[in-house]
């Protein structure tokens, strides 16, 4: 087969065929391509100097929303509203921006820190039928084992209650069977743990650090639940929520020794580990030996666990082990989304809170 392009720039060919005649041609006349016509030397240009000014200038960050954990045990519940808060989605320019404080700190401003418990009220949905917000009970957190019940309509605190003019008690556990009212607890690494009656309808809400765990806030506040409200152990939900954890909590040989006062199985809620950051660590040659060299005694530093302390007083106080939960979540590892006082030392403060519908 022969092809060649002819004058006019179609493509043609000759085909000659076994036993045809020689003159016989056959030819194909192909379409005639269109050439493509593409952007000008100019409209380039152009499309390139957007894109760099798209890549160059940086892209707004979309806000952060108020974010709440829950426990999905107590989350059952159909007539519980609690939630543990966490840092982001806040108006507080202090601890670095966008921040949910929800304590008044020397840091920030009150007003702040108005704004941003009104928005965790919003995202809870603690609200009355006129889109009223419930009132947020709070006391002044004193690392005590004084308890509070919160009457409500029944009670002398409700007139300020409604008026939004609390005054904090000092105490650090709140019990209720009032509807309406949103019970909460301050913290920045100690643990808050909210407990629930399914069938009487009552809640709790406690600010278990090592002082109040070693006063057994946790055993007494279930004790008055039961002494109050009736309620029985077995019908109890509990939620451990986020807290320092044993990875980072380094304590000293005065909070073990209250430890092994108080609770015989004391010795199960420590342990050792190694320091990394420890001046043997980091200036080994102080600590010269007549050891050989890798043979010394390891740095190493005690821990306290508060979530299998305070998981042993719920069990203590009867709840089920199957009716008990922890967040696992340690503030100091994740401070990306919690504050922690003993990681950052200047810190906001987060909220757990919990009430009835």
Known sequence: MTTYVGTTGYVKSRVTERGAPSDTIKRVIMQKKTPSVGPTASAL?????????????????????????T?????????????????QGGVSKEYGGQQLNLGFTAEDS???????????????????????????????????????????????????????????????????????????????????VIVADRKRKAVGVFHAGWRGTVQRIVEK????????????????????????????????????????????????????????WSLKTKYPMLFLNQRAPGHGEPAMSRHLDLVKANW????????????????????ACHTDLFFSYRKEQVTGRMLAVVGIR
């Open 45 to 69: 240009k152009t499309q390139r100097a957007k894109r760099d000014r798209e890549r160059s200038s940086p892209r707004p960050l979309k806000a952060p929303t108020v974010k709440i954990l």
């Open 71 to 87: 426990s999905e045990m107590l989350s059952e519940i159909p007539w519980l509203l609690h939630g543990f808060s966490t840092r």
């Open 110 to 192: 009150p007003k702040n820190v108005e704004k941003n418990r009104e928005r965790l009220l919003r995202k809870l949905k603690a609200q009355d039928e006129a889109g009223n917000s419930w009132p947020l009970v709070l006391l002044n957190q004193v690392h005590s084992s004084a308890i509070h019940r919160v009457y409500g309509a029944r009670g002398p605190e409700w007139a300020p209650l409604r008026k939004g003019k609390i005054a904090e008690s000092s105490g650090d556990g709140l019990i209720t069977n009032t509807a309406g009212v949103l019970l909460g607890m301050k913290v920045a690494d100690c643990f808050p």
């Open 221 to 276: 506040g279930i004790g008055e639940m039961r002494r109050q409200f009736g309620c029985d152990p077995e019908n109890l939900v509990a939620a451990i929520g986020p807290g320092i954890g044993g990875c980072c909590y380094e304590i000293g040989e005065e909070v073990e020794s209250k430890f092994d006062s108080q609770f015989a199985y004391s010795k199960e809620l420590f342990e050792d580990v190694f320091d990394s």
């Open 312 to 331: 042993c007083q719920l069990l203590d106080a009867g709840v089920p082990a199957e009716n008990i939960q922890s967040m696992n979540q340690c503030t």
